[in-house]
């Protein structure tokens, strides 16, 4: 299957700082990408859906200046969370279907586990 | 209502049996199905595609679509530890890249020796 790569698998911040997370489709192409939070025992909550070279589309109440994502290539979307706050620690984890692939087959990178101090 | 019910379990079963997993859905516009494994702390792990009703195996792996039920499910065949993980079904109403992924909440299952 298709190979998506997420960066960093673990990060602790301080309160108040931004922290940034990288998601790269490595084999291929993906004009779509989208960023999930998951709480713990829960499922998958979709944040936003990453368009590259436009706006990400963000889910009803998750807020856009807090969460930042920009899609600048066709391989690599970043999600930065803003002014950081403990509420915040959550394992964020992005996805991507390959263009040309069976559509809505997504492919989920590894995970980022964001604590917040 | 939910539109994706999933027993969340615990599930646990002896090494080598067979499990069932199940997902229920009420918005028959759904049409892709997907199953995924995910291990903790992981990101989920596909496992099975299927898009029409009917049968669609995989090694150990048996997905099944009833969507005149709007039931799927997972089998799989002789369990092994390693296969201790969350599972997710997941589906979605249009076929493109774009698509929006809806989840079940995950169904843990545990295989003891």
């Known amino acids: 299957g298709a190979v998506v790569s997420q960066h960093p698998s673990r990060v602790i911040c301080k309160s108040g700082t931004s922290v940034k997370i990288e998601c790269r489709s490595l084999d291929f192409q993906a004009t779509t990408m989208f960023w999930y939070r998951q709480f713990p025992k829960k499922s998958l909550m979709l944040m936003a859906t990453s368009n590259e070279g436009s706006k990400a589309t963000y889910e009803q109440g998750v807020e856009k200046d807090k969460f930042l994502i920009n899609h600048a290539s066709l391989t690599l979307s970043t999600l930065t969370v803003t002014s950081a706050h403990p509420e915040d620690s959550s394992f964020y984890i992005c996805?991507?279907?390959?263009?040309?692939?069976?559509?809505?087959?997504?492919?989920f990178g590894q995970g980022t586990r964001l604590t917040v101090v | 209502q939910k539109e994706v019910e999933q027993d969340p379990g615990p599930l646990s079963v002896p090494e080598g049996a067979i499990v069932s997993l199940n997902c229920t859905y009420s918005n028959s516009a759904f049409q892709y199905f997907m199953w995924y494994r995910q291990y903790s702390r992981k990101g989920p792990e596909l496992l099975m595609y299927t898009y029409s009703s009917g049968n669609k195996e995989d090694g150990r792996f048996t997905a099944q679509v009833d969507k005149s039920s709007k039931y799927i499910s997972l089998f799989i065949r002789d369990s092994q530890p390693s296969d201790s993980a969350t599972y997710l079904c997941a589906m979605s109403r249009s076929g493109g890249t774009a698509s929006k992924l809806t989840f079940g909440t995950g169904t843990r299952l545990q295989v003891t020796l």
């Open positions: 996805s991507a279907s390959p263009y040309g692939g069976r559509g809505a087959e997504a492919f």
